[in-house]
């Protein structure tokens, strides 16, 4: 399976173009997150790592 992780830092800013690129690429499912990354306690990231699996696939649109 392809998992897709599509975060932004405010809500006020717009998820779209990440999740249409994630789309694109042919994620089977696309998890969303409008919450800072400062670190990796955002709980839809701890969410999807909790359902990835040997030989899933795991996409980011964007490491900043």
Known sequence: MIFGY???STKDQNLNRQIKELENFGCD???RE???GKNFDCP?????R??????DV???YDLS
């Open 44 to 48: 839809v990231y701890k969410e999807m």
């Open 50 to 55: 909790s359902k990835l699996r040997f030989g």
């Open 29 to 31: 499912r696309i998890y």
């Open 34 to 36: 409008k919450q800072s």
């Open 6 to 8: 599509a975060r932004v």
């Open 58 to 60: 795991w996409v980011v």
